[in-house]
Each structure stands twice: as C-alpha cells, then as structure tokens.
C-alpha cells in the first residue's frame, strides 16, 4: 500500500483559477481544495515550455534522473541542475515558470503533482 497524506494549515498566497494544460500531464482528480495531475516523462522525453503558477507538493511513484533548467528572459544564462529521484519522494514546491523538466535517467518517470487551490 502506497498512501500520500498532507496537512494544509491554510490556503496558499497564489492559486490558480484554470486547471493545468501542459504535456505530458493529466488531471487525475479534483476536489474543493486540490488538483492532483500525473506527470509522466519517458525516457528522454521533456515537458517543453511549462509554467507551474501554482503551489503543490510532487510525490514520485517512479523514478529517474531528471535534469531542470530555468529559462531566463534576459541576457542571464539559463540555471540547469539535476535530481536522481526514487520512489516516495516527496517535495513542497513553489510557483515557478519558464522551466523545462527533462528525463535524463534510463527508465520511466512518474510523479503526482497535487496543486492547492
């Protein structure tokens, strides 16, 4: 059994009105409170341009090498790192945009993304 159980003490500072629309991301579920989206990167593959306007909290149910890279707009270069991820990692994230997430690794990659709202 795999179970997933987050407190929210109140609701965050940013929402966003309109559910996610990006690839390689579905809509799984949505309640009053929260979205939940299935990312899902095959081997190599990128989710192009993405923006998460939104914060949430990424659970992997299977892992990877992933390689993020925030475009920068300006003359600045672009901020590149990498995460080995494994199953049940778990991290808070905040809103950013602009970001490619890639699959580096050599096996599929799948996390919830639940989005407070």
Not at 10 to 39: F, M
């Amino acid at each position: 059994m795999f179970v997933i159980n987050v407190e929210i003490l109140r609701q965050p500072p940013l929402t966003q009105k309109d559910s996610l629309e990006a690839p390689c991301h579905e809509l799984i579920k949505q309640q009053d409170n929260c979205r939940i989206y299935k990312l899902t990167l095959s081997p190599g593959q990128s989710t192009g341009v993405i923006s998460y306007r939104f914060f949430s909290v990424r659970v992997v149910l299977k892992g990877s090498l992933l390689q993020n890279t925030l475009l920068m707009n300006d003359d600045a270069e672009d901020l590149s790192w990498t995460e080995k991820l494994q199953m049940g990692d778990s991290h808070w994230k905040e809103p950013s945009v602009n970001m490619t997430i890639t699959n580096i690794g050599d096996s599929v990659y799948e996390a919830y993304i639940c989005e407070f709202i």
